[in-house]
């Protein structure tokens, strides 16, 4: 049995007004592999990560991550990270507090953990950086955090929606062709919702167009 990284099978989303915004959709991610998601606003790409994640509910069809059927399994259980526009991170903790997050409780030492946030946040080029309140960051650096934090669980699976959008245009294009390098190296596969062509063509490995809910090709 060939298992890809995600896969979904005929998969709807429909909100609870009636809407339906992804109409059975079928898509295959293999392991390592970088898809961008590539349409214009209101296409359905955040629906489409977000049913993945489990943050909508699917209304019909499959979603398989490494194999798995995630019906029913919360988001934090599906293996999957995931990167928002705006970072979400914790206004409260540090950077190296805010990489930490996931691995906390997870039975490592503090030593472990303080090597392992040292190596992803060497990885998005953030060496020194531990000790910063996420408050002192720019917005570049603010998103190289949220990917160090989703990297740390290592998924194998990062969903990414549009988490340079909100950057000026030198820095997402700089942003992008580093971040190709970074997922590489991290040797995550990653569904990488965008609606700019260029940003698509630099950091995927294969290009995917949404329109009206469907993937057109
Ligand atoms: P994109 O990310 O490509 O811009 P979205 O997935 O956010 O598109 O939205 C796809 C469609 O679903 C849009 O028409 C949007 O208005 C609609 N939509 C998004 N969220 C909701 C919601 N919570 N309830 C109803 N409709 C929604
Ligand atoms: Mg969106």
């Given at each position: 049995?060939?298992?890809?990284?995600?896969?979904l099978?005929?998969?709807?989303?429909?909100?609870?007004?009636?809407?339906?915004?992804?109409?059975?959709?079928?898509?295959?991610?293999?392991?390592?592999?970088?898809?961008?998601?590539?349409?214009?606003?209101?296409?359905?790409?955040?629906?489409?990560?977000?049913?993945?994640?489990?943050?909508?509910?699917?209304?019909?069809?499959?979603?398989?991550?490494?194999?798995?059927?995630?019906?029913?399994?919360?988001?934090?259980?599906?293996?999957?990270?995931?990167?928002?526009?705006?970072?979400?991170?914790?206004?409260?903790r540090?950077?190296?507090?805010?990489?930490?997050?996931?691995?906390?409780?997870?039975?490592?030492?503090?030593?472990?953990?303080?090597?392992?946030?040292?190596?992803?946040?060497?990885?998005?080029?953030?060496?020194?950086?531990?000790?910063?309140?996420?408050?002192?960051?720019?917005?570049?650096?603010a998103?190289?955090?949220?990917?160090?934090?989703?990297?740390?669980?290592?998924?194998?699976?990062?969903?990414?929606?549009?988490?340079?959008?909100?950057?000026?245009?030198?820095?997402?294009?700089?942003?992008?062709?580093?971040?190709?390098?970074?997922?590489?190296?991290?040797?995550?596969?990653?569904?990488?919702?965008?609606?700019?062509?260029?940003?698509?063509?630099?950091?995927?490995d294969?290009?995917?167009?949404?329109?009206?809910?469907?993937?057109?090709?």
């Amino acid at each position: 049995m060939s298992e890809y990284a995600l896969e979904l099978q005929n998969v709807t989303v429909t909100y609870t007004d009636g809407f339906e915004a992804l109409h059975g959709v079928d898509l295959q991610v293999s392991p390592g592999e970088i898809v961008a998601l590539l349409g214009p606003s209101g296409s359905g790409k955040s629906s489409l990560l977000r049913g993945v994640a489990g943050l909508e509910a699917v209304t019909s069809g499959r979603v398989l991550i490494a194999g798995q059927d995630v019906a029913g399994v919360p988001t934090h259980k599906r293996g999957c990270g995931m990167v928002f526009q705006d970072g979400q991170l914790f206004p409260h903790r540090t950077v190296a507090g805010n990489v930490a997050y996931s691995l906390e409780h997870t039975g490592r030492s503090r030593a472990q953990i303080r090597d392992e946030v040292a190596h992803w946040l060497n990885l998005v080029g953030l060496p020194d950086y531990g000790p910063r309140a996420i408050t002192t960051l720019s917005g570049g650096q603010a998103q190289r955090v949220a990917l160090a934090r989703s990297l740390a669980r290592r998924t194998g699976l990062l969903l990414l929606d549009e988490p340079l959008s909100a950057l000026d245009r030198e820095l997402r294009e700089q942003l992008a062709l580093e971040l190709r390098g970074i997922l590489t190296a991290a040797d995550s596969s990653a569904v990488y919702v965008t609606h700019d062509h260029e940003e698509a063509n630099t950091l995927a490995d294969r290009v995917v167009y949404m329109r009206d809910g469907e993937i057109t090709g």
